[in-house]
């Protein structure tokens, strides 16, 4: 058999093996059993936080669009509607995938009536593990909601990282490997054991667990103690809510930089970096990470401008098929090459060295984030921007003297610094002394 045959065979036993297995654990359910975001009048602020989310674009989302088709090309369209079961319950569950026509409830992906009619887990976390009843009942964290307009009903499930886990791990069809683990991420972390879940932060108005938050779930409903947000922020911005997407990427790590700052010319340099994963209740990054792209530049320039070190460190997960070539799509893997993310609350360093020049040399170490590779945002058409998750620059001298002398140039005062400040200071506290002893002394007499 010529190798090329071997290829083909290849592909369609995949195929094969992929149709036979990809069983999708929804129910069937009609599209007109959910109720779309513009029926949900009295949450207005509710909508506005949702609309911008990713969970609003699931299904749409042009970065998606594009990966479906490739895995549905791969496989023969096998793989399309498993990918649409968590894009957009709805459609498959109703059908539509299939008719072609989707209703406006399937457009809306991960909405509002989608997610509050679910009322738990069915089967293992994963892969769609939802279980609904859709009899129009909402379904919530309240026990005490009273609506004109439809019933509501207290929902345990609602207030665990399980509810997100059934879509938020994902594990190959034909295989069961971890593509994505989030939800197992988080459950093997320091977070699940002091109980704050998924909700405390990517619910909340800010990043960081930003809670009480008091309002109003409805326009004419009572004054809460704390309502949850329908924002759904994570990394996305190019797509999703830029500025909340941006300031949760840079709450997410923290960067430090050891370096002597007084290096002899022509004697080594050596630098540390350590990065700490200090906001993500997950790896860092987590979800898609052979898509994202989280990566670590440390550089150093002379006077000059000249490159004296330009290092780069890509973090992510890199997926091999069976044959053990890496990197590979999604569909074709059968296990991890390698993983180098940050767990929850911990730490990597890198250390470097190069030698010093003439000072003042600048030394910058910065942690960049992009939600997907240049390539695949062009192809996808859209532009997909890089965040700076975090920055350090550290000015090295090759002398005290030489340091004191840029310093004195850059600002005189600030040189002058700490003697100058005492002395104001001190002043300031002796008048404030005087004119206290002064002003008791005419009380006095
Ligand atoms: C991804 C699923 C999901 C989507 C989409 C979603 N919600 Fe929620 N919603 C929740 C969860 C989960 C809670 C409760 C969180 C908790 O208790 O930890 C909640 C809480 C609520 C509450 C109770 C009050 C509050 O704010 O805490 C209301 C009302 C609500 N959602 C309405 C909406 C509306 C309207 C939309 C669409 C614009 C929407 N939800 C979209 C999952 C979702
Ligand atoms: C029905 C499946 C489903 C459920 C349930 C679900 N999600 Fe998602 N979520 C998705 C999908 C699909 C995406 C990716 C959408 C995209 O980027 O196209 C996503 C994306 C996200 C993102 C990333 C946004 C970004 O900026 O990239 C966050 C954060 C998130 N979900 C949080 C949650 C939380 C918290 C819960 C539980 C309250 C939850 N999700 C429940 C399917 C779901
Ligand atoms: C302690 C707060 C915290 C908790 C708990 C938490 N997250 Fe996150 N999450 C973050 C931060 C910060 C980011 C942004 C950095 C990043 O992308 O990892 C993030 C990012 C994400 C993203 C976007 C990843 C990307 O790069 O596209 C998803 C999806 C997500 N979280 C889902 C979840 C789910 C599901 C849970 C619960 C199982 C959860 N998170 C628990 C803080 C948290
Ligand atoms: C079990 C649920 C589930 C299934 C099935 C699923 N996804 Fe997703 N998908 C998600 C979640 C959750 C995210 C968000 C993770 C993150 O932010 O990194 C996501 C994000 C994505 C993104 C990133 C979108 C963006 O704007 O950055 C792409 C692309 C994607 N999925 C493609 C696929 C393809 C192709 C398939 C089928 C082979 C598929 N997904 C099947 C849950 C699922």
Redesign the pocket.
């Known amino acids: 058999m010529s190798s090329r045959r071997i290829v083909w065979t290849g592909v369609l036993m995949f195929a094969v093996l992929l149709s036979a297995n990809v069983a ?1 654990g929804l129910p069937e359910i009609p599209s007109s059993a959910f109720q779309p975001s513009s029926g949900c009048g009295c949450h207005a602020a509710l909508i506005e936080q949702w609309q911008v989310s ?1 969970h609003a ?2 299904l749409t ?11 549905n090309k791969a496989t023969d369209g096998a ?2 509607p ?6 957009s319950p709805i459609a498959i569950m109703s059908g539509e995938n299939k008719s072609g026509t989707l209703s406006e409830v399937s457009i809306e992906s991960v909405g509002c009536d989608m997610c509050h009619q679910i009322t738990g887990t069915d089967g293992e976390i ?4 939802l279980a609904f009843d859709a009899d129009g009942t909402k379904r919530a964290q309240f026990d005490d909601s009273v609506s004109p307009v439809h019933a509501t009903a207290y929902s345990k499930a609602h207030e665990t990282a399980e509810f997100c886990g ?6 190959h ?1 034909g295989n069961g490997m971890h ?2 683990a ?1 939800y197992t991420e988080w459950k093997d972390g320091p977070y699940a054991k002091e109980g704050i879940i998924c909700q405390d932060c990517h619910m909340t108005p800010g990043p960081g667990v930003t809670k009480p938050n008091p309002g109003k779930a409805a326009a004419m409903g009572p004054e809460r103690e704390h309502i949850y947000t329908m924002t759904f922020v ?3 911005v ?3 809510d830029a500025a909340r997407a941006e300031e949760r990427l840079q709450a997410a790590a923290q960067l430090d930089l050891a370096v002597e700052e007084i290096v002899a010319a022509g004697q080594t340099v050596a630098l540390k970096t350590t990065i700490t994963n200090v906001g993500a209740g997950h790896y860092l ?5 052979e ?2 792209e989280m990566w670590l530049e440390v550089t150093a320039n002379d006077a000059a401008g000249t490159e004296l070190l330009k290092e780069r460190r890509m973090f992510g997960t890199v997926l091999k098929d069976a044959s053990g070539k890496f990197p590979v799509e ?2 074709e893997a059968v296990g991890i090459q390698s993983d180098d993310r940050i767990p929850p609350r911990e730490s990597t360093s890198n250390e470097y060295d190069f030698t010093m020049a003439e000072g003042p040399v600048t030394l910058t170490a910065a942690l960049y984030y992009r ?2 590779p240049e390539e ?1 945002a062009k192809k996808a058409g ?1 532009e ?1 921007p890089v965040t700076t998750m975090a920055s350090v620059t550290k000015t090295l001298y090759t002398s005290a003297e030489q340091r004191a002398t840029a310093i004195e140039k850059e600002s005189p005062r600030a040189a002058a610094g700490f003697p100058w400040i005492w002395a104001v200071a001190v002043a300031l506290i002796l008048a404030g002394f005087g004119g206290g002893v002064l002003a008791s002394h005419l009380k006095k007499s």
């Open positions: 999708i990713m674009q699931a989302d042009p970065l998606y669009v594009l990966k479906r088709d490739e895995a793989l399309g498993f990918c649409d079961g968590c894009h994963g892969n769609t593990s059934n879509c938020h791990n994902v594990n069809p593509l994505e989030t994570g990394g996305n190019a797509l999703g990054p987590t979800g898609l990470t898509v994202r999604l569909w939600s997907a695949m859209v997909v």
